[in-house]
């Protein structure tokens, strides 16, 4: 039996419990020791039974998982790295890497307590705070956890970095002073599709239909998907961004070059490149931010817009409910800017034959 507790009289003549473990001490107040002994005793046989009690679930449920009384959160990071693959597996294993893990990676999931998660996210890192969810979602999930190790609304709120879009001087300036045709082109198309920089970088020319003037492609963070279960980005595009494609090659890569440097460089030379122009504040994906909100300032609809940047997207949530600047319109401009829209698109009167004269008499 463990003796985790035991007690001592003061001078008050009260006597006080001590925990042997933390050193922590609490008044049993009482001045009788049999009442204190009896206490004391109360402490211990409440830490021995929890002790049983784990001891006991762990026989009954190696039963069902040999592995869940030993199964450590490094082994859950592990499985989800297994079933991760591309663009996504590269950051899985940057994040699994966080030094803040180090406190649970040996630690078995099923003896996990709040207090260990709290101590992982006891810097506000939101990276953390975002994977270590994730991660206690895939235990859950995969029934390695007997229940949640801090219930959902105790989990810290991530602080994000505050984001904005790049504006339309930036960007002139960034592809002004831009002496590399490659980079160039590939900003300005980012500006005008708002597409990411993984896909942008990887389009083809095959991707191109100059017939119907649409650009289609997969994003590359749903490559790894069954391709049956994907949908396809399907973007009709203008005369700027003709105007681009055309200097592009017409077969294979449009952007050779990019395509073959990690996101992070790339992410890299734009930083440089901003830089150089005192331009702060923003990176490759301030660009979907930008035409995110000039797509709201324009009226384009919330549903256009989630077809070409991605439902989910966070520029899309981002613009639409509170970064743009919009001026309503009366609704009297608008009502009579709706009436000669209908005048134009109405169908006109069907042709009514002449009457068939009269055959003669």
Not at 81 to 86: Q, V
Not at 203 to 213: G, I, K, M, P
Request: net charge positive; proline share 6%; aromatic share 10%.
């Amino acid at each position: 039996m463990q003796i985790q507790f035991r007690f001592f009289r003061r001078q008050t003549g009260i006597y006080t419990l001590i925990d042997k473990k933390s050193g922590r001490q609490k008044t049993l107040k009482t001045r009788d020791k049999a009442e204190a002994q009896r206490l004391t005793q109360a402490y211990n046989d409440a830490v021995n039974q929890a002790v049983f009690n784990v001891s006991l679930a762990r026989i009954y449920l190696a039963g069902s998982d040999p592995k869940l009384s030993t199964r450590t959160w490094q082994e859950v990071m592990d499985h989800i790295l297994k079933h991760r693959g591309g663009e996504t597996a590269r950051r899985w294993s940057v994040a699994t890497q966080d030094k803040n893990f180090d406190s649970i990676r040996n630690l078995p999931v099923v003896e996990t307590r709040p207090e260990h998660f709290m101590e992982v996210l006891s810097d506000g890192k939101p990276s953390t705070n975002v994977y270590l969810r994730r991660i206690h979602n895939h235990a859950l999930g995969m029934e390695w956890l007997l229940k949640s190790v801090l219930p959902k609304l105790l989990w810290p709120k991530p602080v994000f970095k505050k984001k904005r879009a790049i504006t339309e001087a930036e960007h002139l300036a960034i592809i002004g002073r831009e002496g590399n045709p490659e980079r160039r082109d590939f900003y300005e198309l980012l500006w005008h599709t708002g597409a990411s920089q993984s896909d942008a970088a990887f389009l083809r020319a095959e991707d191109v239909n100059w017939t119907s003037r649409t650009i289609a492609y997969t994003r590359q963070k749903l490559a790894h998907h069954d391709p049956a279960t994907v949908k396809p980005a399907l973007i009709r595009f203008g005369d700027e961004v003709a105007a681009i494609l055309r200097r592009r090659p017409q077969s294979a890569l449009l952007f050779s070059y990019l395509a073959t440097v990690r996101p992070g460089d790339r992410a890299t030379e734009f930083k440089q490149r901003c830089e150089g122009l005192n331009i702060a504040g923003v990176t490759l994906h301030s660009y979907r931010y930008a035409w995110a909100e000039r797509a709201l300032k324009c009226g384009y609809p919330m549903r256009f817009a989630q077809e070409a940047l991605g439902h989910n997207s966070k520029a899309i949530h981002h613009a639409y409910s509170k970064s743009a600047e919009v001026v309503v319109p009366s609704l009297a401009d608008w009502e009579t800017h709706w009436q000669r829209s209908q005048q134009i698109i109405a169908f006109p009167n069907p042709i009514v034959p002449p009457p068939t004269p009269p055959a003669n008499p």
